[in-house]
């Protein structure tokens, strides 16, 4: 899912967000109709497809191994959390996390083993998405990407740009790469079943209620969880 998305040049990332007008909806999400309807299509993919597939991995998978799994995709994730703490010049983080990558990486066996969490080497959340918003660059427009989901304009530049160093998206050769990416889409889509279920008992709208939760989100780890207070206008 993510090597297609990278081949979506940015400049048409762009012209979408042009696309935008003035309505009187949420200021923040000019393309809402559109946004809606790559929704919908999302929804049906993932309905027919991913859940069904999710669910089967769950409830198939013992949950050792489903640990090791997750474990080991995180872990090649801290190669792209380290790379944009250097770019955010946050230099103490930065030695955690190549402390954290390199434990995982050796005594954990490849990652499989969390070995740096019980250190106090804490997993961090970093992107190049969050990198832009470090340096003042604003979310632009709300997008909701297919097959990806919630995003910003300055998102979607970020997860262009994080996938050119993402271990995963760059392993050759080519069927082990999609494998990996497959592997890792099923297995995050598991762990999100439970959320699923609060999701549906609490949301009347749920693109709404997944669009504000993504921003509110985003903003917070932006300001690695103090954001400024926004001012609003009528």
Known sequence: ???????????????????????????????????RSVYKFNDVVDKAV???VATGYKGAMPDPVRTAIGNFFSNLDDVLVLLNDL?????????????????????????LVDVATPMDLTKHNEDFGQTLGYWGIGNGPYLVLPFLGPSTLRDAVGTAVD????????????PERNSGIAIHSVDTRA????????????AIDRYVFLRDAYLQ??????????????????
């Open 163 to 174: 996938g050119q160093f993402d271990p995963v998206v760059q392993h050759t050769p080519v």
């Open 217 to 234: 989100r985003r903003r917070g780890l932006v300001y690695d969880g103090n954001p400024p207070r926004e001012k609003f206008e009528d």
């Open 50 to 52: 991913l859940k069904p």
């Open 1 to 35: 899912m993510q090597a297609t998305f990278l081949k979506i040049p940015v400049a048409m990332l762009i012209s979408l967000a042009l696309l935008g007008c003035a309505t009187n909806g949420d200021p923040r999400d000019p393309l809402e109709p559109l946004n």
């Open 87 to 111: 770019l955010q010049f946050k230099l103490d983080q930065a030695a955690s996390d190549f402390s954290r990558l390199a434990w995982n990486t050796t005594v954990g066996i490849a990652g």
């Open 191 to 202: 762990r999100l079943l439970d959320a699923e279920k609060v999701l549906d008992e609490a």
